[in-house]
């Protein structure tokens, strides 16, 4: 049977300020969806958040990009955004870049990740999603999973990995998209994947049969809005055990926290830290930058689950180092490489006082 999985997510209000999400917004998404399922429009759904971030994990036979699904997502959104701003929640709306709905919410704020396959007979996935940083936070981590030995030991050993994994990447800047194949184009891939503001893994599929392994969101919503509105917070689906990645090889990728981009106001560097659903919430500096792991096995499109797969003691080394790494970096202050390179910010708050100051600069003779 071939089951469609879409995870579909926005920030539509956080609670308080921009550290987490109140109850009465996922109260709201819930109701939508379960009339979308009574319908039968879906198999089955399942919503969280993780920050100020709504979390539409959804199953269907819809297939990808649906227009049905997108519309039921963005209306759950706007649903929802009503609350928030009933509620006065900080930014209501803030990631619902139109008003209108145009067939597909891609480039229109929210992010999404989705895969459609048959389902094997035991389906294990992960779902990842992060808080306070952007797409290029998943390269270093996919980048582990599915082609470094000392992470996955799998590609050594089993002879379902060991053909490697194509890497689908986009040059968000330019909008084009390469695909190379590890291990043999593994220098070429991290040249690019390194830049992780430009490059972004899109997918990752097996060598062996070009089943897809994981699909990560790509949105950039200060590229759609042309200025900062907050942070993209991606979202990525990742198929384990039986010729994917172990669950236990897909985990193992989280325990040293990488710098990403985020943290305070989209524009500082901070460590990314594995966290159980219960420690969602940002706080320190808006922070540290977080990711929670969901793992469900797909019965026939059903969710079963999810499971909290950070809530464990063999995480605690990664969040204390991610406090460590936290606590030397933030007395950077307004410095690189704690904040962003002048390039990324840009993109963000700079031009507004570069503007400010125009005409202060005076020409230097040669
Ligand atoms: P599978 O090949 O069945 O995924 O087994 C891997 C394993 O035993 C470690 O989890
Ligand atoms: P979010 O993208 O999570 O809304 O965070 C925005 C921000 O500016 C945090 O300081
Ligand atoms: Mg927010
Ligand atoms: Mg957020």
């Known amino acids: 049977m071939k089951v469609t999985l879409s995870v579909i997510k926005a920030d539509i209000g956080g609670y308080v300020g921009h550290s987490g999400m109140h109850p009465r917004l996922m109260e709201v998404a819930e109701e939508k969806l379960r009339e979308a399922q009574e319908s039968g429009l879906l198999i089955d759904y399942f919503v969280t958040r993780v920050g100020d971030d709504l979390q539409l994990i959804m199953t269907h036979t819809q297939g990808t990009e649906s227009e049905t699904i997108h519309k039921l997502a963005w209306d759950t959104f706007m649903a929802a955004t009503e609350e928030a701003k009933a509620l006065k929640l900080y ?89 190379l194949d590890t291990p043999e184009e593994t220098y070429d891939l991290l040249a690019l994947i390194g830049s992780i503001e430009r490059f972004v893994i899109r997918a990752v599929y097996r060598r062996l049969d070009g089943e897809i392994a994981a699909v990560a969101s790509t949105q950039k919503l200060s590229l759609i809005a042309g200025k900062y509105v907050g942070k993209d917070d991606p979202v990525m689906i990742v198929r384990a055990q039986s010729g994917f990645p172990a669950v236990g090889e897909i985990l193992e990728a989280f325990t040293h926290p990488p710098l990403v981009p985020g943290f305070m106001r989209g524009s500082h560097f901070g460590p990314l830290i594995p966290v159980p659903f219960h420690f969602s919430n940002t706080a320190r500096f808006d922070g540290p930058p977080r990711v929670i792991a969901a793992g469900f096995q797909l019965a026939e499109g059903r969710l079963v689950g999810p499971r909290d797969l950070f809530d464990d003691p063999s995480f605690d080394r990664a969040r204390e180092m991610g406090n460590l790494v936290s606590d030397y970096i933030r007395r950077m202050g307004p410095f690189e490489p704690h904040r962003l390179s002048e390039d990324e910010m840009e993109y963000t708050t700079l031009p507004s006082v570069l503007k400010h100051l125009e005409n202060r600069f005076q020409k230097l003779e040669d």
């Open 91 to 179: 930014g209501a709306g803030q990631d619902l870049l139109t008003d209108t709905f145009s067939g597909n919410v891609k480039g229109m704020g929210p992010g999404l990740a989705e895969m459609e396959i048959e389902e094997r007979p035991s389906e294990p996935v992960i779902i990842f999603m992060a808080d306070k940083t952007s797409p290029g936070a998943w390269n270093i981590l996919l980048y582990r999973i599915f082609a470094d030995p000392f992470n996955t030991a799998g590609l050594v050993i089993d002879p379902k990995l060991h053909p490697g994994f194509t890497f689908e990447v986009m040059d968000i800047r330019n909008n084009t998209l390469v695909r």
